[in-house]
């Protein structure tokens, strides 16, 4: 574990143990606190996640993936990643509902983004298949 990842986790632990304070001195200050340690964490995560992106890129290139099958996948991680975050700030604000809908309805984002991959790769298979004579 490195050095950030003890500073983040410090900085989540503060922002928690501050908000369950707030909770019952000014439960009106609670929501805003936690929405801004939320988002400040977030950024940071992103930052961190730069060389992770700078990688898979890199991946991607040796392994002669078709840019727009690279880009695909690429923004349905980015889809899930936004949708955890916000699915889990909306059970945290009391509206489970409301997260548990946000996720389908990424989900099926997801399907859709996803469609013409899966479409292509079973027009390969079937290619391959025919190259055979099955």
Known sequence: MGID???LCG???ICAVAAFLLRYVKKEF???LT???SILLLISACAM?????EYLTELIGASHLVGDAAGTLMRALAIAMMTKMASDLCREMGTP???SSLEMAAKFEIIILTLPLVSSVIESVRGLFAGIGI
């Open 5 to 7: 990842t003890y500073k």
């Open 97 to 99: 509902s409301v997260a």
């Open 35 to 37: 929405l801004a340690g």
């Open 30 to 32: 609670e929501l805003p």
């Open 49 to 53: 996640a730069r060389p992770i992106a």
């Open 11 to 13: 900085a989540a632990l």
